[in-house]
């Protein structure tokens, strides 16, 4: 069984990051992990990954997206990102690494004490693009490939410039896997040529070069 964060739903058992980081402590049986960011190698060091089986699969990029029938707002600069940020009342954003660092960004453009307040942080589980779809806010940032084919949701594109934020999604396999040899070649799948290409029709790209 392959757990993953929450978009990969149908490969294998599904979650928010949070969730899935959780499940691996508790011990859940599975064979290979995929997830954002450091969440690998924090799991590795707490013993629950096989050594030396942590690699870099897919990077995907954080965009912004509206719901469907609203304006769209340009992003060609900074200036456009800004004026965006001030014009939404809710601004949606997840638990996860993407959500870290928008909210960093927030700060680092000078917004954080003008538009904190309508900062809308989802609970672990529930995707940005829903509540967007609910009109429970009128922006939204998360990865592409969280957001790419939802259903209410208009993607309007990656963040502009410096202000760019890209999501790196790693594998292992778990220490709890019964076959830790086939599960090797699960992860040799998902790094493969043709998971790829499944996968840059998700909003992602190959980490590797």
Do not use: N
Request: proline content about 9%; hydrophobic content about 45%.
């Amino acid at each position: 069984m392959v757990v993953l964060p929450g978009s990969a739903a149908g490969c294998g058992t599904a979650g928010s990051g949070v969730g899935v980081a959780r499940r691996v402590r508790e011990g859940v049986p599975a064979d290979v992990l995929v997830l954002a960011e450091d969440a690998p190698v924090k799991l590795a060091a707490e013993g629950h990954l096989v050594p030396g089986t942590v690699r870099p699969l897919w990077a995907s990029q954080v965009v912004a997206a509206v719901p469907a029938g609203s304006p769209v707002p340009a992003l060609d600069s900074e200036s456009d990102l800004q004026a965006a940020l001030l014009a939404a009342e809710r601004i949606a954003y997840s638990t996860g690494p993407s959500g870290t660092a928008l909210v960093e960004l927030t700060a680092r453009l000078g917004l954080a004490g003008r538009i904190g307040h309508r900062l809308v942080q989802t609970p672990p589980g529930v995707p940005v693009g829903s509540l967007l779809a609910a009109g429970g806010a009128d922006l939204a940032f998360q990865q592409q490939s969280e957001l790419t084919g939802l259903p209410g949701v208009v993607v309007v594109g990656p963040l502009p410039g410096d202000a760019a934020i890209s999501s790196t999604f790693g594998g292992a396999v778990l220490v709890a896997s019964a076959e830790p040899h086939r599960a090797t070649e699960v992860l040799d799948l998902l790094g493969s040529d043709a998971a790829s290409r499944i996968a840059r029709a998700g909003g992602m790209r190959p980490a590797r070069p």
